[in-house]
């Protein structure tokens, strides 16, 4: 958080202790967490961020779950905070994407959503979701078109009907039994041709999720767009600035009860994607459902107060905050206090260590908190890419057969492993359920026999030889002459066990003539 005099270019969030408390463009390289209880002003940090980065002309993406951070397009009212700070209201141009047909909408083809996520959206479990990943990979090595819904349900028709190896009938028809919810329920229309090019997110972009919101699903979207960005950016290494910022709200419900697959793909993604560019902040209400193999990815940490409702998310938070180096500022404590729009602010130091936390009153935003109408928001928008997404495409032919292999994608490795991982799983469950028959039970049975007698033998040996040989050699070192002592004892010892027939003999001439 330097005061930079040189010409590193940072962005504020807020002032600290009066001064502006900056946080340096290459540290935002790393991913980062905004977090605190509902209305304490994650929001509106989420917009002070977005538009100063939008300002610098670098690339923003902002999902927006409640429809409330929407109101970039409209100049904010004036403050004399911000005034002071020479942070002028001002508008700026965003794009408004939507998974409906509200803005541009926001599509994905179900192929590039990857097997592992689209599972997610379809609640599926670990055997379903091993299908679905034989799915998709079949269509992939068969170049067999897998952008709609319907598209995938025609291929695990095709794959009943070809029976393919481990594939289960029930299994399939309970996938195909949810994905024609998803197509009632209308989160089908995310689906489809043109899907997003990633090369029309340029400047500020925001996913106006507000009527999708109705469960967690909401949050499949930037999940999605993550999947994509990771497969198809090019490596960039390490950046002075984010290529990409997203901002990735409500995260808490993406990892609400995810299974191991899920989270390991998550960390993998962000991982990587890191080195092409991608800096992915979540927001949350709660961390207790962000695992700990995610949040420990995480570099800038904007902590709001915190009436945490569970106790996952309470220790959650304590781990956060000690994260935090030693500092003036009882961390656990003023959490509990904070107002709103006040939060703890950590970020990496020139060494990449954490920094201790300053208490920063965040900025009002320079553009509206309000909720601004919807025909206000598409005026406002990018006319050509409303009309590049507008319509869903028709389908292409059902298939396309080629004789050449595909080239595998990056998710492929990890997707391929989440298999056999599943694999693994199924098998050992099945283990399980068939149960052992009798000779394993005696096999068992006398493994543990032979285990008893070795223990028992070394147990033995070891108070009778080693524990008398090691007290023996203690008492020896204590003092070096009794070493000398001890080998002439040795040596009487096996003289006399040399000469015992002779000395036996004397003996008992001694008891003869006593
Ligand atoms: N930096 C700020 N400047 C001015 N007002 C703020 C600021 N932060 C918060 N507020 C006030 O607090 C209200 C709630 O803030 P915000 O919407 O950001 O909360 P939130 O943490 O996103 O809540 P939720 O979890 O419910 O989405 C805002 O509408 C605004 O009135
Ligand atoms: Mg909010």
């Given at each position: 958080m330097a005061d930079g005099k040189s010409e590193e270019r940072s962005i504020t969030l807020g002032q600290a202790d009066g001064a502006a408390a900056k946080i340096p463009l290459r540290y935002l390289t790393r991913h980062g967490i905004i977090a605190g209880s509902t209305g304490s002003g994650k929001s509106r940090a989420m917009q002070v961020l977005s538009e100063q980065l939008a300002d610098l002309g670098l690339d923003v993406f902002v999902s927006d779950v409640k429809g409330d951070a929407s109101g970039f397009c409209v100049a904010g009212a004036e403050n004399?905070?911000?005034?002071?700070?020479?942070?002028?209201?001002?508008?700026?141009?965003?794009?408004?994407?939507?998974?409906?047909?509200?803005?541009?909408?926001?599509?994905?083809?179900?192929?590039?959503?990857?097997?592992?996520?689209?599972?997610r959206l379809l609640s599926l479990n670990p055997t379903q979701e091993s299908h679905l990943v034989i799915a998709f990979s079949y269509a992939r090595k068969n170049h067999i078109p897998l952008d709609t819904t319907s598209q995938l349900l025609d291929l695990l028709d095709e794959l009943i009907k070809t029976e393919q190896r481990g594939m289960s009938q029930s299994s399939i028809s309970v996938i195909q039994r949810k994905i024609m919810a998803l197509e009632e329920s209308g989160l089908a229309k995310m689906f489809g041709k043109p899907d997003i090019d990633i090369s029309d997110l340029k400047g500020l972009n925001v996913l106006n999720l507000s009527d999708a919101r109705k469960d967690a699903l909401a949050t499949m979207a930037p999940a999605f767009l993550l999947h994509k960005l990771f497969e198809e950016l090019p490596e960039v290494g390490d950046v002075d600035e984010p290529v990409l910022t997203i901002f990735f709200d409500e995260a808490h419900y993406l990892f609400k009860d995810a299974n191991r697959t899920l989270r390991d793909l998550m960390v993998t993604i962000l991982k990587q994607i890191r080195s092409k560019g991608v800096s992915v902040f979540f927001v949350s209400q709660d961390v207790g459902d962000i695992p700990d193999e995610i949040l420990s990815q995480l570099s800038t940490k904007i902590i709001f107060s915190q009436k945490v409702l569970t106790e996952k998310g309470n220790a959650r938070l304590r781990a956060l905050a000690r994260s935090f180096p030693n500092s003036e500022i009882e961390v656990s404590e003023t959490l509990k206090t904070l107002p709103p729009g006040t939060a703890l602010l950590?970020?990496?130091?020139?060494?990449?260590?954490?920094?201790?936390?300053?208490?920063?009153?965040?900025?009002?935003?320079?553009?509206?908190?309000?909720?601004?109408?919807?025909?206000?928001?598409?005026?406002?928008?990018?006319?050509?890419?409303?009309?590049?997404?507008?319509?869903?495409?028709?389908?292409?032919?059902?298939?396309?057969?080629?004789?050449?292999?595909?080239?595998?994608?990056?998710?492929?490795?990890?997707?391929?492993r989440a298999v056999e991982r599943a694999a693994e799983r199924s098998e050992r469950k099945n283990a399980k359920r068939t149960g052992p028959s009798v000779w394993d039970g005696v096999f068992v049975f006398l493994l543990k026999l032979l285990d008893f007698i070795i223990e028992a033998l070394i147990k033995v040996a070891t108070a009778l030889i080693i524990n008398p040989l090691r007290m023996l050699f203690k008492y020896l070192m204590k003092k070096p002459i009794r070493i000398l002592y001890f080998l002439l004892l040795l040596l009487l010892a096996y003289i006399i066990f040399v000469n015992w027939t002779l000395i036996s003999s004397y003996l008992a001439k001694l008891k003869i003539g006593g």
């Open positions: 004399e905070r911000n005034k002071l700070a020479g942070f002028a209201p001002h508008a700026i141009q965003t794009n408004y994407w939507s998974v409906g047909g509200r803005f541009a909408g926001m599509r994905f083809s179900v192929s590039e959503t990857g097997a592992v996520l689209f599972s950590s970020t990496l130091d020139g060494s990449g260590n954490q920094t201790a936390p300053l208490q920063v009153r965040v900025f009002a935003p320079a553009t509206t908190m309000a909720i601004v109408p919807d025909q206000e928001l598409r005026k406002a928008a990018d006319q050509r890419l409303i009309a590049k997404y507008a319509e869903r495409k028709a389908e292409q032919p059902k298939k396309s057969w080629r004789s050449d292999t595909p080239k595998k994608k990056a998710g492929e490795a990890v997707v391929e």
